[in-house]
Structures are given as C-alpha cells and as structure tokens.
C-alpha cells in the first residue's frame, strides 16, 4: 500500500510523491526523475538555489555600481533618467519587500530585496538631482539672457 506525506514547507501544504513497489526489473519505480524528487523532499535544491538568489542579488547590486558611477560624475547624464519609471520600479520593489518580510519570512530575500530599493532609490535621487539642477540652470539662463536683451 502506498503512502503520502505532507511536507510543510512555509504556509503550504505539498503532497510528496514516494514511488511504491517495484517496476518488472525489481527496481524501484522511476515515474519522477532524482529533480523533481529533490525538490518535493526538501533536498539539495532549497539551500542552491537559496544561495544562487543571495549571489546574483549581490552581483545585481554591483551592476548598479558603473551606472552609480556615470550618474555621480555626469550631470548631465542624469536628465536621462526617467523618474517615473524608477518610482514604479521602486515602488514594486517594495511590495516585493513587504511580501519577503510578512509572506516568506526570509531574511535573505528581504535582504537581497532591500538592498535592490536602496541601489533604485539612489539612481532615482540622481534622476531627481538632474531634473532639479536642470531647471535651476535653465531659469538662470534664461533671467541672464532676460536682463540682457533689455540692456
């Protein structure tokens, strides 16, 4: 007879599939693959991925370091920046925070996650910065010209 366990894996209950009996060779039934079977279990493949999320959230955040850079030393290369799009990503980024915090309880996701809205909101303040100073400068020039003409 066969038997079912539930694993419990955060707020779901999943069913894992243990093979019963023997297949016509006397081997155990192979109708899922060792894969699938290590992710039902729990195995390895948690913990790898786990670890390959926390890698490339950290190598995501060092792709942000050259545009950082660009935005630091470029003025002008700021007014390029679309602000409205940063603030929608930004603002998904923390929906994304608040689940990695209430639904999955996982310090590593929040981590990863808070870090990524740090790195946004840094090139949405340049973005804003562009906008400010571009303003600022062309009011400038424009009084400057104003007050030229009438001379």
Not at 8 to 30: E, I, W
Not at 71 to 91: E, L, M, N
Not at 108 to 126: D, I, K, P, R, W
Request: with cysteine; glycine share 10%.
């Amino acid at each position: 007879m066969c038997k079912h366990k539930s694993v419990k894996r955060g707020r779901l209950f999943r069913h894992a599939y243990f093979p019963c009996g023997n297949n016509s060779a006397g081997q155990r039934s192979t109708a899922r693959t060792n894969f699938q079977q290590a992710i039902e279990h729990g195995g390895g493949m948690e913990q790898v991925l786990s670890m390959l999320y926390g890698i490339s959230g950290v190598a995501a955040l060092g792709c942000y370091l050259p545009q950082l850079l660009r935005y630091h030393r470029d003025p002008h290369a700021r007014k390029s920046i679309s602000v409205v799009s940063w603030s929608g990503w930004i603002a998904a980024t923390l929906v994304t925070l608040l689940y990695a915090v209430f639904v999955e309880k996982s310090s590593l996701f929040a981590s990863v996650t808070a870090l990524n809205a740090a790195a946004q909101s840094m090139v949405l303040a340049y973005g804003v910065k562009g906008r400010c100073s571009g303003n600022a400068s062309a009011s400038a020039s424009a009084s400057f010209h104003a007050g030229h003409d009438n001379a």
